[in-house]
C-alpha cells in the first residue's frame, strides 16, 4: 500500500531563517506531487505541483521554492521566511492518470517567530 | 474566476442527519472531491463525484448537479468521532491537470 511521510511534524523557525521541508511517498511510481498551505481560517492553498523529476508548476508568487530531485521525494524550501510563511504545510501525491483522487501526508506545522 | 462557498460552521446531535452544502463557480470543471478534516490533522478523502447525482458511501453520501454549480455532503446516523471539518474541492480543467481548488470548509460540531 501507499504511505507519504512528511518531515519535520512540528517547526518553530525565526523570520529571515532559511527552509526546507521534506516529503517522500512509498509504495507507488510516477505519482503526481503537490503541496498545499493552509493557514488559520483559510482554506488549502496549492503552492506548487510535480508530474515528475524536475518539473516543478508554481501556483502563487512567493518566497518559497520547490524541487523533485527523485521520483518520490517533493521538498519545499526558502531561503528567508516571513511571518506570513506561518502555516500548515501538507504534501499530497495522486496517481499519474486522470480524475485521480490526491491523498495527503499528516503535514508540517510551521510557526514564523 | 473561481469561488467555493461553503457554510463556515454547523452543529448537530448525535444520531441525527446532516447536510453540507457546496457551491462553485471555477472556469472548468472535472470533478468534486469531498475531504474530512479532523483538529490538527490532515484531510483524508471521503467522496469523489463526476457526473449528476448521488454517490453513497456507508454512512456518507455525495451528490452532484454540474449545471446549477452544487454538491452536498449528507452525514447520516451522525457519531461523536464526525465532529470535524468538511472540505469541498473543485478540479478544474483542462482535462488532464490534477490542480484541486479547495473551499474554507465547514466545521461540524456533533453534539451528544
Known amino acids: 500500500s501507499q504511505t507519504i511521510h512528511q518531515w519535520p511534524a512540528t517547526l518553530v523557525q525565526p523570520v529571515g531563517s532559511p527552509l526546507s521541508l521534506e516529503c517522500t511517498v512509498e509504495?507507488?511510481?510516477?505519482?503526481?506531487l503537490y503541496w498545499y498551505r493552509q493557514a488559520a481560517g483559510r482554506g488549502l492553498q496549492l503552492l506548487f505541483y510535480?508530474?515528475?523529476?524536475?518539473?516543478i508548476s508554481s501556483e502563487v508568487p512567493q518566497n518559497l521554492s520547490a524541487s523533485r530531485p527523485q521520483d518520490r521525494q517533493f521538498i519545499l524550501s526558502s531561503k528567508k521566511l516571513l511571518l506570513s510563511d506561518s502555516g500548515f504545510y501538507l504534501c499530497?501525491?495522486?496517481?499519474?492518470?486522470?480524475?485521480?483522487?490526491?491523498?495527503f501526508g499528516p503535514g508540517t506545522r510551521l510557526l514564523v517567530l | 474566476g473561481q469561488n467555493i462557498d461553503q457554510p463556515t460552521e454547523m452543529t448537530a446531535t448525535e444520531g441525527a442527519i446532516v447536510q453540507i452544502n457546496c457551491t462553485y463557480q471555477?472556469?472548468?470543471?472535472?470533478?468534486l472531491f469531498w475531504y474530512q478534516q479532523h483538529a490538527g490533522e490532515a484531510p483524508t478523502f471521503l467522496s469523489y463525484n463526476v457526473l449528476d447525482g448521488l454517490e453513497e458511501k456507508g454512512r456518507f453520501s455525495s451528490f452532484l448537479s454540474r449545471s446549477k454549480g452544487y454538491s452536498y455532503l449528507l452525514l447520516k446516523e451522525l457519531q461523536m468521532k464526525d465532529s470535524a471539518s468538511y472540505l469541498c474541492?473543485?478540479?478544474?480543467?483542462?482535462?488532464?491537470?490534477?490542480?484541486?481548488?479547495f473551499g474554507t470548509g465547514t466545521r461540524l460540531q456533533v453534539f451528544p
Open positions: 471555477t472556469s472548468g470543471f472535472n470533478g
Open positions: 499530497a501525491w495522486s496517481v499519474r492518470q486522470d480524475q485521480e483522487t490526491q491523498y
Open positions: 474541492a473543485v478540479r478544474e480543467g483542462p482535462y488532464g491537470t490534477d490542480k484541486l481548488i
Open positions: 510535480s508530474v515528475g523529476i524536475g518539473q
Open positions: 509504495g507507488t511510481s510516477n505519482p503526481n
